[in-house]
């Protein structure tokens, strides 16, 4: 009983739910459950990837997950907010998603190659996702009232978080000037977060659904969409561990780390039984 009301009262639907894992055994046809194991699949191959290109710069894998499992690693603020119906998933896919590929595209091009390599297949893959989530969205959209309304519930949820997963505005980017100078950022973050704005808008009305900013208006004389405010307390808030479910997805995090040990205690014994048969 005081587990639920607790978890009412930060907003964050089940203790352990991570997104995606969420919803794989809840949804709604065998082929979407198919899918949504293919993206969760790339994402943890996005990790190692990142990782690799990581431990290039001399850090090891080890330093790494120590330092994300100990709260030292800063991860992005999105994956600390809920998500509450299928509709999250298409949500998910369509915005978080969409908003990766906006940032990612530009480093594939980056001046560090070990990453912007990592980069040119994680977009790919990003794609796909961005597709599946726009997918569901459609359908639900062409469902019923009620399918409808948990699409545009979800909209309404998700949008000003997918805003903020381009940083704080350019006059705030503590980092931005030194990545620009040396080549790895090539847009800043107000110029993405304009670039998808741009485009996501028109999908929204496609979907006949209202993106949730009363003074969202295209201003005809720069091609831009104008926007609302975005609440930066929010985001300090959520980086800061105090988002919905920051503290939940952290403790589901560090129990799969502790739950794997064996997996990784196992593979360790198998690798060095095999190098010394190699070394007799
Ligand atoms: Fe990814
Ligand atoms: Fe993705």
């Known amino acids: 009983m005081r587990k639920r009301k607790s978890r009412r009262k930060t907003g964050c639907p089940r ?8 919803w794989l055994t809840r ?7 198919a899918i949504l194991l293919a993206k ?4 943890a191959g996005h990790g190692l990837y990142l990782y690799s290109a990581a431990e290039t710069l001399g850090v090891s894998r080890n330093q790494m997950v120590a330092d994300l499992l100990n709260g030292k690693a800063k991860y ?21 998603d969409g908003a990766a590929i906006m940032n990612q595209i530009p480093l594939c091009r980056c001046s560090y190659g070990p990453y912007s390599r990592a980069m040119i297949r994680i977009c790919k893959e990003e794609s796909f996702h961005q597709r599946q989530g726009f997918d569901i969205l ?13 699409a545009q519930d979800a909209l309404n949820r998700w949008w000003w978080p997918s805003l903020m997963m381009f940083g704080p505005g350019d006059k705030d980017s503590k ?3 030194q990545s620009m100078a040396w080549k790895i950022k090539r847009f800043s973050n107000d110029e993405l977060r304009q670039k998808f704005i741009d485009v996501t808008v028109p999908q929204a009305e496609f979907l006949g659904l209202k993106v949730p900013d009363d003074d969202l208006e295209f201003d005809e004389s720069t091609g831009h969409y104008r926007h609302g405010e975005i609440d930066w307390q929010e985001f300090v808030d959520v980086l800061a561990g105090n988002g919905p479910c920051n503290r939940q997805r952290m403790a589901k995090r560090r129990k799969a780390h502790d739950d794997g040990a064996w997996v990784r205690e196992a593979a360790r014994a198998y ?5 010394a048969k190699d070394a007799a």
């Open 138 to 150: 459609v359908t639900l959209c062409n469902g019923t009232d009620e399918q409808k309304a948990m």
């Open 76 to 96: 992005s603020s999105i994956f600390n907010y809920p998500a509450t119906t299928w509709a999250d998933i298409g949500a998910i896919g369509w915005l978080v």
């Open 40 to 43: 969760i699949q790339d994402e």
């Open 175 to 177: 980092h931005s000037a």
């Open 27 to 33: 949804a709604p046809t065998l082929k979407r459950k």
């Open 271 to 275: 690798a060095e039984k095999h190098a």
């Open 15 to 22: 203790p352990t739910a991570a997104p995606e894992g969420n």
